[in-house]
Nanobody, 123 residues
């Protein structure tokens, strides 16, 4: 059974940067497509970014394109989300998960969610 643990969240000011990590145990991530999602209070979980395992292709939500970068280090069994130029609306709990289905953008096609890490952006 794989376990994912997110870390790196915190309280930052608008315009700052953060790097989130998603470390896996119990199974290698090197042959898994991964995704980052976020959920703000009162809102549904939404897609943020994804990275494919075969090609390393990346995909981003329009709201974060150009500001966030997803990457992976297979040797460390870890996926990262580098966030820059943070905005107030980026405030949310950020989750990583393994994609098992075909839909890159739907949380329903992901499994093995971590517990999440809180990102709070203040003005």
């Amino acid at each position: 059974q794989v376990q994912l643990v997110e870390s790196g969240g915190g309280l930052v000011q608008a315009g700052d940067s953060l790097r989130l990590s998603c470390a896996a145990s119990g199974r290698t991530l090197s042959n898994r497509s991964m995704g980052w999602f976020r959920q703000a209070p009162g809102k549904e979980r939404e897609f943020v970014a994804a990275i494919g395992w075969r090609t390393g292709n990346t995909d981003y939500a329009d709201s974060v394109k150009g500001r966030f970068t997803i990457s992976r280090d297979n040797a460390k069994n870890t996926v990262y989300l580098q966030m820059s130029s943070l905005k107030l609306e980026d405030t949310a709990v950020y989750y990583c998960a393994i994609r098992l289905g075909a839909n890159v953008y739907s949380p329903n096609d992901y499994r093995y969610w971590g517990q999440g890490t809180q990102v709070t952006v203040s003005s």
